[in-house]
Structures are given as structure tokens and as C-alpha cells.
């Protein structure tokens, strides 16, 4: 079975902070993304990455940066915690396979409060 | 740019009924992928059903089964004889193809609540 891990369930933090998520995979796949998920508005994207040392920005990027220094590890980075970035995070990976008929495999989400 | 649209907030139904979830989308691309996926009260997302835009045939995955109108660009999940387990947000979602390798990420409708009624 896929599995994608973050690591943490839970994280209280204060404004101005800065906040490391991270995400891994153990399944050796190319493709590694993150969404945050809000009441109401489902699921964005904030960014993804295709490869290692490789990312692209996804709708809403503003305010985070991400890390990919090796393949199976993903982080999104807040420079400066606000207040509205309080949020659920949701990792995601997928495998990378010709026609890219791929599919996503969730992790069990970071719920992050900032105070 | 894509939007995905679930008009029902919330649906209900007595346990084992059958249920259809609607899903409408919005594109200009030809080649597509379509999926609904589960979220359960414990948070972990689970793919649900997968259905390619190039497939006339509708996909099926058990109980779980899509009627996919390409040209209505609607994707509605139908779950027949419910479970209390299948209690959950499902959320439709949507993918552009891309040839040849790459990746893009989702587009999320807002989801629908289910609920099963014992």
C-alpha cells in the first residue's frame, strides 16, 4: 500500500513563526503535492513538485514556499505565520507514468492553528 | 480555468438506498481525468472511482458506480445499497491530461456531506 505521512496531526503556532510541514512517501513517486482544505471551499492547491529540486506553483501560492531535496520528502515552508493561514494540510503524492494516468495518494492531513 | 461545481451541500439516506451525488465541471481541454474521492470523519482522503475523459464507458468500482455526459460536462457518483461506512464528504474533483509525463495537481468541487440514516 501507498503511504504518505505527515508529521504532525496537529500544530499550534504564533503569528510571525516561521512553520516547516513536511511530507514523506514510501513509494517512490515522482509527483508530490500540497492543498490546504477549508470549510466550505474544499480543496486548493498551493504547490507541487514533478521532481526533486523541481516545483511549480498551484492556485493559491501566496505566502508559502516548498522544499524538495530528496524524492520521498515534500515541505511546505510559511515564512511568516498569519493568522489565515490557519487551515487543514493536505500532502499528497502520485507516480509518474507515461500519459501521467496517475493517481493521488492523501496523507492523513496537519491541522495548523495560528495564533 | 477549471471549476468544479457540487450543488449539494449536504445528502441524505437511509441505509441501504441508493444515492447519487452530482458533479458538474467546467473545461476547454479535451483530455481529462475525472475522480471522487471520500473524507471520512478520521481526515485520510480515499480515491473512490477514476473515469478518463477519452472512456465513453462509465466507471465502476464495486458499489460505486459514475455517469459520466461528456458533453453535459457532468459526473455524478452513484452509491448503491449505502453502508454506514459510507458516511463521509465526497469530493469530485478534476485533472487536465498531460501527454507524454509531467503533472498537475486537482481541482476540488466543495463537497457533499452524506449522511447514512440507520
Known amino acids: 500500500d501507498v503511504k504518505v505521512t505527515q508529521s504532525s496531526r496537529y500544530l499550534v503556532k504564533r503569528t510571525g513563526e516561521k512553520v516547516f510541514l513536511e511530507c514523506v512517501q514510501d513509494?517512490?513517486?515522482?509527483?508530490m503535492f500540497w492543498y490546504r482544505q477549508d470549510p466550505g471551499l474544499g480543496l486548493r492547491l498551493i504547490y507541487f513538485?514533478?521532481?526533486?529540486?523541481?516545483?511549480e506553483k498551484g492556485d493559491i501560492p501566496e505566502g508559502y514556499s516548498v522544499s524538495r531535496e530528496k524524492k520521498e520528502r515534500f515541505s511546505l515552508i510559511l515564512e511568516s505565520a498569519s493568522t489565515n493561514q490557519t487551515s487543514m494540510y493536505l500532502c499528497?503524492?502520485?507516480?509518474?507514468?507515461?500519459?501521467?494516468?496517475?493517481?493521488?495518494?492523501f496523507g492523513p492531513g496537519t491541522r495548523l492553528l495560528v495564533l | 480555468a477549471q471549476t468544479v461545481t457540487q450543488s449539494q451541500p449536504e445528502m441524505s439516506v437511509q441505509e441501504a438506498e441508493t444515492v447519487t451525488l452530482s458533479c458538474t465541471y467546467d473545461t476547454s481541454e479535451s483530455d481529462y481525468y475525472l475522480f471522487w474521492y471520500k473524507q471520512p470523519p478520521s481526515r485520510q482522503m480515499i480515491l473512490v472511482i477514476r473515469?478518463?475523459?477519452?472512456?465513453?464507458q462509465n466507471a465502476t468500482e464495486n458499489r460505486f458506480s459514475v455517469n459520466f455526459q461528456k458533453a453535459a460536462k457532468s459526473f455524478s457518483l452513484k452509491i448503491s445499497d449505502s453502508q454506514l461506512g459510507d458516511a463521509a464528504m465526497y469530493f469530485c474533483?478534476?485533472?487536465?491530461?498531460?501527454?507524454?509525463?509531467?503533472?498537475?495537481?486537482?481541482?476540488f468541487g466543495k463537497g457533499t456531506h452524506l449522511i447514512i440514516q440507520p
Open positions: 473515469q478518463e475523459a477519452y472512456k465513453q
Open positions: 513509494m517512490d513517486h515522482e509527483n
Open positions: 513538485s514533478y521532481d526533486v529540486k523541481m516545483k
Open positions: 499528497a503524492s502520485s507516480l509518474l507514468v507515461g500519459l501521467a494516468r496517475e493517481t493521488q495518494y
Open positions: 474533483a478534476y485533472r487536465r491530461g498531460v501527454s507524454g509525463g509531467g503533472a498537475d495537481g486537482l481541482t
